[in-house]
């Protein structure tokens, strides 16, 4: 007997299932698989989602199973080149540190032409439970059986669970079934987390491969070590969106015992399926990787799920970075055992000792400069390059501290280095920075990878820099003068559609790196000129460059990094857009810039790992053994991720700039995922930090080896540290804590200087204050800011701990006293000031 469709539907409705000669179906509330017996096999005839009252079908449902197999390993070389959109072969001969990544990233596995593909629809297809179906097909090399599932707990989900045995020897990859394909006229995103996203297909494929400037249009297979959140997923213009989300503890494990583990490869991830038509696919195991490998009558199963979301690409992300990879209960693990306010003083320390902090005095041009050493990869340097980081850290530490080692010994030196770091003479760069590095031996300044002159970095290291020295010191005129001649360079070299080139050639003044566009936030410059120097016309600069910047990033999904070191791949400059715009919004009050500052946070969400599931697993971490929680990437965020960042073999960053950012986001949008990502970067580091020094390793791989060759990150470390904490008090304190925000730092991303003015605290105004000597606290998850006026001292108490903390608290030669704070709770307390 032939059922009609709403018959078969009625079924069930009732049932949970429904079975003909013909029909085998899935269906509950939320979601309805309908597939139908045809001469190529069981084919799905329909995928819907419950959109309010409403069925809404993915248009091209199918059904359709791929393995991959190969007789053989299949080569790890790269058997094509590819080209930029001006014709240069990528990534360039100069890019030595982007080579191996590219080369892996273009052999025939991770293009996905390795291996023979048998694609087939199964023949045997049963009802196997109430609300479960099973599929079974023979092939040349293998048998694979399927079984699927609706989640119980969580109705949107469909459980896959997919077994292969083999026939024959050799390796396999099975490939998720493709339960439907989207056409491009339907699109309206495609992610893979951590890769790239965008609303288009991009037709060169180093743009969208590279860069993430829109969608590649092969089907390529992107590794777990850079995929953020383990869930391709696609949404389409009838409001749905379609992911695929591997099982938890299916991915590579980044320190799975006693060593690194960051490159194993054990799923490919893809928005595509073999045949390149838009489908999010998982591939497990990947071909050629140890766990293909199988003899004849060996078997392999993984499990995953589908996920079919009323709502867009960011709604579906949430469900699996919480409901499937317990985001939450990973954050409730973290305890400190050195408070973040102790950090800060002990860095203060560490950075006032020029043996420790690795500063150097230097003459120039008849001026003593100061800049610490750096030690990373510069063209040209004979480990004599000098670097300063963020200025405005610099100038609140010692305001806050009234520290003379730091008013006299460090901020004149490094006032005039940057003085002498920008170029005055009349000509094409004046008002720029020379480079970002100062070479001692040789007497110059040099930029990090070649002799380039970038738009955004005369926004950083002119603009930033000074902007931020001028919030403390307003009346200096020579920074004015300087700061002047910055904007009007930034001014001149603005085009007429509101956009900057990305680089100059020193030497020919020519633009150069014309394949790719400066999606960055260089606009910024503007607002640091308007704030400081009140000319109306930088405003409308800024307002131009940001409008740009909407319709050719935020809208698209693509952004550009800053680290010339990295040719440029996408880094935390994303974040950093997002607080440009909430500046600007500040600004003017136009809504479109607050529109923008949230949609790109939300995209930096995607630069933050939330995998594995952290866990009590006790590991050995050279030669100590820590919880595996203490040494989890969930939470933090990239340098750069992508195909050929530095997270593809080092792993994330301890620098976790964008978490004031996230708190600020938190406080305007309630979506959790800000507030939880900020708390996870920031809680419970300690096994990224140097006992000794109280400074945090850049790269989690170098895990607490310190500065390293980066001292002057520790600034950078004071500057985000401090920001978040204030953001935590005005958060919680429902503003009655807040202290006015200055400028972000230069490239690291979005934290902002303090301390340049009083802020208000329950309704007095006080200026931040830093005394190490003058509280104590017993309870190391509970961190405090000190603030003070004219008769008051006020101990702003914050609980990092998403438990509740029992602490006593001294303050002075009162007497200790015992508290109780909630989970990420506020106390103020409010002391005579005596001594201030």
């Given at each position: ?10 079924l ?32 799905l ?9 409403q ?14 197999y ?6 790890e ?14 990534p ?6 982007q080579?191996?990544q ?15 593909a ?9 009802q ?13 090399t ?15 989900d469909?459980?896959?669970k997919?077994?292969?045995?083999a026939?024959k ?29 965008g609303?288009a ?9 590279a860069?993430?400037?829109?969608i ?23 409001g ?14 980044p320190w799975?015992?006693?060593k690194i ?27 050629g990787?140890p766990?293909?490998?199988?003899k ?6 993984y499990?995953?799920?589908y ?5 867009d ?23 400190s ?8 003083q ?20 008849g ?15 004979n ?44 000509g ?14 040789s ?9 380039v ?6 926004t ?22 300087r700061?002047r ?8 070299w603005?085009?007429?559609d509101?956009?900057w ?36 016309k930088y405003?409308?600069?800024a ?49 479109r ?7 790109s ?9 939330t995998?594995p ?9 050279n030669?100590t053994?820590?919880?595996d ?5 969930a ?23 964008h ?6 986001m ?12 900020a ?20 790269y ?43 400028f972000v730092?230069p ?9 340049f ?20 606290i ?16 006020f ?13 006593q ?15 990420f709770?506020l106390?103020?307390v ?7």
């Open positions: 007997m032939k059922y009609s469709l709403s018959v078969v539907l009625g069930i409705s009732l049932t949970g299932f429904a079975q003909t000669a013909k029909q085998l179906s899935l269906s509950n509330g939320k979601v309805q698989l309908v597939w139908e017996s045809t001469a190529a096999g069981w084919r005839q329909k995928v819907a989602a419950q959109k309010g009252k069925w809404q079908t993915f248009a091209q449902a199918s059904g359709e199973n791929t393995v991959l190969a007789a053989e390993k299949p080569s070389l790269p058997q094509q080149t590819f080209k930029t959109i001006t014709g240069e072969e990528f360039g001969e100069h890019y030595h540190y080579t191996k590219w080369a892996e990233s273009t052999n025939p596995v991770s293009l996905n032409t390795a291996g023979q048998t694609h087939f629809f199964p023949k045997e297809g049963k196997a439970g109430k609300n479960s179906l099973t599929f079974r097909q023979e092939t040349e293998a048998t694979v059986s399927t079984e699927w599932s609706l989640d119980p707990k969580f109705p949107q469909i459980v896959v997919q077994t292969l045995v026939k020897g050799g390796y396999f990859s099975l490939a998720s079934p493709s339960i439907a394909t989207v056409a491009e006229p339907n699109l309206a995103w495609a992610t893979v987390p951590g890769y790239f996203q609303n297909m991009q037709p060169n494929f180093v743009l969208a491969y860069y993430g400037h829109g590649p249009s092969l089907p390529v297979v992107y590794r777990e070590r850079c995929a953020s959140t383990l869930s391709p997923m696609i949404s389409t213009k009838n749905l969106t379609l992911s695929v989300i591997p099982e938890p503890g299916l991915a590579r494990d799975a015992n006693d583990t960051q490159i194993d490869w054990n799923i490919g991830l893809s928005h595509m399926n073999r045949k390149a038509q838009l489908s999010p696919t998982l591939y497990f195991p990947v071909l990787e766990k293909s490998s199988l004849p009558g060996e078997s392999i199963s499990t995953f799920r996920s079919l979301t009323n709502g690409w960011f709604k579906a992300l949430n469900h699996t970075v919480y409901d499937i990879y317990q985001f939450k209960e990973s954050l409730a693990l973290r305890q055992k050195q408070s973040l306010t102790d950090r800060i002990k860095m203060h320390h560490y950075l006032t000792d020029p043996k420790t902090s690795l500063w150097n005095v230097e003459e120039f041009e001026k003593k400069i100061g800049a610490q050493s750096y030690l990373g990869g510069v063209v040209g340097s480990k004599d390059a000098m670097k300063n980081s963020d200025y405005g850290a610099m100038w609140m530490l010692a305001t806050a501290t009234g520290d003379s080692l730091l008013t006299k010994n460090v901020l004149p030196y490094a006032e005039n280095f940057k003085l002498v770091q920008q170029e005055t003479n009349n094409f760069f004046k008002g720029a920075v020379e480079g970002q590095y100062y070479l001692a031996k007497k110059k300044f040099v930029e990090e990878w070649g002799a002159v970038e738009p955004i970095a005369l950083y290291y002119t603009l930033l820099d000074i902007g931020n020295m001028l919030l403390f010191e307003p009346e200096d005129q020579e920074l004015k003068e700061l001649f910055g904007a009007e360079r930034l001014l001149t603005q085009k007429p509101g956009s080139a990305v680089a100059y050639d020193k030497k020919t003044e020519q633009e150069i790196f014309k394949d790719v566009q400066d999606v960055r936030p260089t606009f910024y410059g503007m607002i640091v000129a308007h704030r400081i120097l009140k000319d109306p405003l409308a600069a307002r131009k460059g940001a409008d740009w910047l909407i319709k050719n990033a935020v809208e698209t999904g693509s952004f550009l990094g800053v680290c010339g070191d990295a040719r440029y791949a996408p880094d935390f400059a994303t974040g950093q857009s997002a607080q440009a715009f909430l500046d600007l919004y500040d600004l003017t009050k136009d809504e810039y607050k529109a923008a500052a949230i949609t946070a939300k995209l930096y969400t995607t630069s933050i790992y995998h599931i952290a866990s009590h697993k006790l590991k050995t971490v030669g053994q820590k919880e929680w203490e040494i989890s990437q939470g933090l965020s990239f340098e750069h991720g992508g195909i050929f960042g530095s997270a593809t073999r080092l792993g994330p960053i301890q620098l976790a700039s978490a004031g950012m996230f708190i600020r938190y406080g305007l949008t309630k979506e959790p995922i800000f507030a939880d990502m708390r996870a970067a920031a809680i419970g580091r300690d096994a990224f930090v140097d006992p000794k020094t109280s400074v945090a390793s850049y989690w791989q170098a895990m607490n080896r310190g500065a390293g060759p980066y001292p002057h990150h520790a600034w950078w470390q004071v500057g985000w540290l401090t920001d978040y904490l204030l953001a935590e008090a005005e958060l919680r304190s429902e503003g009655k804590v807040v202290f006015p925000r200055g730092t490239k690291v991303g979005p934290h902002q200087t303090y301390g003015a009083p802020g208000m605290v329950n309704g007095e105004k006080a200026s931040l204050l830093i005394d190490e000597k003058l509280v104590k017993n309870n190391a998850s509970v961190d405090y800011i000190l603030a003070k006026s004219e008769n008051k001292v101990v702003i108490l914050l609980n990092n701990s998403a438990q509740p903390s029992d602490f608290f001294t303050a002075g030669s009162q007497k200790t006293v015992s508290k109780k704070l909630p989970p709770g106390e103020v409010t002391l005579e000031n005596k001594k201030y």
